[in-house]
Nanobody, 112 residues
């Protein structure tokens, strides 16, 4: 089993920044890719960014140039800059080990 603890969400004005963190614990010896997904109100959950063990990254087109995913050991981070109202969503940490694991989610609200 893998446990995930997320932090860093909150309310921010348009153009502002937030940094999300996710720490994995438990059976982390088989951790593979780690990433962030989000789900806005009335929308489907979508990939935001993902990073592999080798450091390869991929991003949703809507966040390229504004968000940066990084990873250190069993922690994954999402630096979000120039936030827009459409970035408002619940953000979920997701990791792949023997199966996929999901965090409980952290709310990000971008509003003036």
């Amino acid at each position: 089993q893998v446990q995930l603890v997320e932090s860093g969400g909150g309310l921010v004005q348009p153009g502002g920044s937030l940094r999300l963190s996710c720490a994995a614990s438990g059976n982390i010896f088989r951790l593979n890719a780690m990433g962030w997904y989000r789900q806005g109100s009335g929308k489907q959950r979508e990939l935001v960014a993902r990073i592999t063990n080798a450091g390869y990254t991929n991003y949703a087109d809507s966040v390229k140039g504004r968000f940066t995913i990084s990873r250190e050991n069993a922690k994954v981070y999402l630096q979000m800059n120039n936030l827009k109202p459409e970035d408002t969503a619940v953000y979920y940490c997701q990791v792949t080990a023997t199966r996929d694991y999901w965090g409980q989610g952290t709310q990000v609200t971008v509003s003036s």
